[in-house]
């Protein structure tokens, strides 16, 4: 996937865990936490075959990954591996576009990932209120919300490390009963199913945005680098097994679902997939495929929860958050950024399925456009910035490599309505203002902020001498 260059600089880096008592994650955790970052498995895909068909499906599939995916993945391993510290995406942009716009890069990184993780409680218990009723609304269902979150949020805080074997066990139960519903499928293909397709009737909002939503968020991985082991070796490794697990996991049971059984569009929609099972190996698999989806979303809660607790006490650390929030728990785990994370989620939960996927893309969008722009700067910037792994491309090429998921940015921003275009651009403004308030804070010496010595500086005077010098 790339070149490894020298490891002056990450050496230099590896102080983001000092405790040497905190466990460090390794490859498998690792893999897995980045799958459900993604991914979680297929559970919710199914729109992508009654908004396109089954051909636009398998292809976007196929496609996507190569206009989104892989670029991003890529950028993640190389800014990663550069600055291995917690913080990531953070770190990167306040590096090159300085700490102003770090923090604006933080904060709607952070507010994208608690309004997407407020997804979570709520559809594990939609997969369950079928089995038990209750769980429909009222008290009953706030009172399991509230529950739900409280038990997955203490996961976080009992350590990194549980989290990623967790997660390691619910990828398994979550992938197996789709092996073997593709297993049984196979003697009822018709791979002329596959090529059915009718361009008059596609909804295209709808097929971009389940494809946006399903192969996005390779970068949350970054937040968590301080907390890998040997990360320049282990993060460019991690994100590539992951890539072919998260498009293999996709594109297995698209194929057995739409070739195996006769097509009606109407019926592909959130949870079709438990509906096949049932055709295909009998109400057993039905509930395995419900099991999954519904513990595919507690994956996917601590998964989140993980980076967005982790990029906090990154961002306390760069000084940019007042230092309480760079405090560990007993575990090791970042205890207040848990605890706002969490407190987030409830707040939030209330919404619609449809307004927490609008509200995230739009803010997801406006981050990721600042990580391009730093990702392209600091190659400019510090050419010679030792990355102990790079991406196998120039400038330009790096710029003609981001140019297709830029324009596709704009696409999906573009089909924003104008609700969400407002409540988002109005959590934006408070990004943009409160900066100056913490630094007023600051000033004030109302909090006390600290940036570790561990850390280099790029926007320090004379530190750009130093980054020069550590050559690849």
């Known amino acids: 996937m790339g070149e490894y260059g020298g490891p002056d600089y990450h050496g230099l880096l590896e102080g983001a865990a000092r405790a040497s008592n905190i466990g460090k994650v390794s490859i498998i955790p690792l893999v897995f936490l980045i799958f459900y970052e993604v991914s979680g498995g297929p559970f919710g895909i199914e729109d992508s075959v009654q908004a396109a068909g089954p051909l636009l499906a398998i292809l976007g599939f196929l496609v996507f990954p190569l206009i989104w995916s892989i670029p991003e993945a890529l950028i993640t391993a190389e800014m990663g591996t550069m600055f291995p510290e917690n913080g990531g995406y953070v770190v990167w942009v306040s590096s090159a576009l300085g700490p102003y716009w770090g923090f604006q890069q933080g904060w709607m990184k952070w507010l994208s990932g608690v309004i997407d993780n407020a997804l979570y409680p709520v559809l594990f218990l939609d997969y369950l209120k079928s089995t038990i009723p209750a769980l429909g609304g009222g008290i009953p269902r706030a009172s399991a919300v509230l529950g739900l979150t409280a038990l997955l949020t203490f996961m976080n805080y009992r350590g990194l490390t549980i989290v990623g074997w967790v997660a390691v066990f619910l990828g398994v139960f979550s992938i197996l009963p789709f092996i073997i519903m593709g297993l049984m499928a196979i003697p009822k293909l018709r791979p002329k199913r596959w090529l059915v397709v009718n361009l008059h009737n596609v909804d295209w909002n709808l097929y971009l945005n389940t494809l946006f939503w399903n192969l996005n968020y390779w970068d949350s991985i970054s937040t968590l680098a301080g907390e890998v082991d040997n990360p320049s070796k282990t993060l ?3 994100l590539f097994y992951a890539l072919i697990l998260v498009v293999v996991g996709y594109l297995y ?7 195996a059984i006769p097509l009606d569009r109407e019926l592909w929609t959130d949870g079709y997939f438990s ?6 190996g009998g109400v057993w698999l039905t509930w395995w495929v419900q099991g999954a989806a519904a513990l595919s979303n507690a994956g996917m809660f601590v998964a989140e929860m993980s980076s967005d607790s982790y990029q906090l006490l990154g961002m306390a650390e760069r000084g940019m958050l007042p230092e309480f929030f760079s405090k560990r728990s007993r575990y090791g785990t970042p205890l207040i950024g848990i605890v706002f994370s969490a407190s987030g ?12 996927v609008a509200a995230e893309n739009f803010l997801y969008c406006f981050g990721m456009l600042l990580e391009f722009v730093a990702f392209i700067r600091l190659r400019i910037k510090y050419p010679r910035a030792s990355r102990p792994y790079k991406v196998p491309l120039g400038t330009i090429g790096c710029i003609l490599m981001i140019i297709p998921p830029t324009l596709l940015i704009f696409v999906v921003l573009a089909f924003s309505s104008l609700k969400v275009m407002f409540v988002s651009l109005a959590a934006v403004i408070i990004g943009l203002v409160l ?3 913490l630094r007023y804070v600051e000033k004030k010496q109302w909090l006390r902020f600290s940036i570790s010595p561990d850390l280099p500086d790029f926007e320090a005077p004379g530190n750009e001498n130093a980054a ?3 050559i690849e």
């Open 236 to 238: 460019p490794k991690a």
């Open 253 to 259: 049971p698209l194929l057995a679902g739409t070739g």
């Open 275 to 280: 509906d096949i099972a049932k055709i295909l």
């Open 345 to 356: 989620v409830l707040l939030l939960s209330w919404l619609s399925f449809q307004e927490i």
């Open 435 to 437: 900066q100056p308030c």
């Open 468 to 470: 020069e010098s550590l």
